[in-house]
């Protein structure tokens, strides 16, 4: 089956070209801007062909490079302007780094009237608890219409999610999903879903996880669909939301590379479409940390890859943060003799951190002092001693 989907994946490649390379979830900022930005008398106002020397002094001392400062085609008129751009900006919470993201992002947000323009729009996405540092990465957000825009598609979604806390959340996971077209990209893209079959509570669930969906084109979402039941999964599955997400992220030629990168380590197509299943988060890490991640738990933990695919959250969790702190950990208390080194290993490295800084780190903190320097990162995990019997248990 999973060899047949991937084959699917590769002819609807061949008669979508249009899919290669790209995520069609992700507009391209500067067409957004030019489309739905400023006014064509305010962008006349306020571009130039060619860099001016006042104003890129001016973008070096909000923190730009002076070379990323050349690269802004802008004419600040007015520094007065600009300066209370920016203690307005500071007013509503914003850091020195997040004004200095906003400029280097939309340059041009500093000709606009603070008060008139900008003022109500941090008003409105503070009564919505959208924290400053989220709107610093989105910047295009601020020069969206209030009215016309940003309310309607606030109404719209808050009829779908039900709670501000949920339209919160999926705003600051997704923020620039808001630069969506209510009628040409939202409303179609709900439909989509609907149509298909998806239920209002999973449709509900899917946006507070990935509201990117809604600038994704009707038929990406229909075929993203059919991928996702092709493997299996029914929408009243746990992971059929999840899986979906995921292939939504992954244009056809980047899960097709990414399968091989598993094959190539010796994973079979059936081991690979479970693990998916279970965790599809798997396939959405680059191929550096995926490698990366599987060279950790086969070479130097050596652990059977059958085994670690069956427990696919292993790959899905941070080795830096993570599998690291809690391998040094264990070899650590191996090592002291204060755990037996046929551990079932694997189900150590699993579950929350509270559990396993219970189990392994403040129960043993005052023996062995050097676990508590080893979770922080402080002792660097060069592998077992007797790492053949530790990690040799089955599950």
Known sequence: MFASFCRRRLLRLRRIPSAAGTNPSRPNPSDAFLSHGYSSSALAGG?????????????????????????????IRSTDKADAVRVLFRGYGFTDADITEIVRRVSLILTLDPDRILRPKLDFFATLGIKPRKLATTPLLLTRSLDKHLVPCIQFLRGILGTDGDLCYA??????????DLEKNMLPAVDALRRLGLPEKSISKLLT??????????DRISQVF????ALGLDVTDTGFLYSFRA???????????KVALYRSFGVSEAELHMA????PTILLFSDENIEKKLRFFLDELKLQQSELMAKPVLLASSLEKTIIPRCAVLSVLTREGMIDPNIKFVSALLGSAKIFSKRFVLRYAHDVPDVVKAYEGKITFEGFRDRDALVSQKQ
Request: charged share 20%; glycine share 2%; aromatic share 4%.
């Open 247 to 257: 292939l939504l992220c992954l244009s056809r030629e980047t899960w097709l590379r």
């Open 47 to 75: 571009t130039v062909s060619e860099p001016c020397p006042a104003t890129i002094s001016y973008l070096v001392s909000c923190g730009l490079s002076p070379a990323a400062a050349a690269t802004h085609k802008l004419r």
């Open 276 to 279: 998916f299943k279970t965790q």
């Open 226 to 229: 059919e991928d996702v039941k």
């Open 209 to 218: 996880l990935e509201m990117g969906v809604l600038m994704v084109s009707t």
């Open 171 to 180: 705003i600051t996971r997704t923020p620039r999903a808001l630069m969506a």
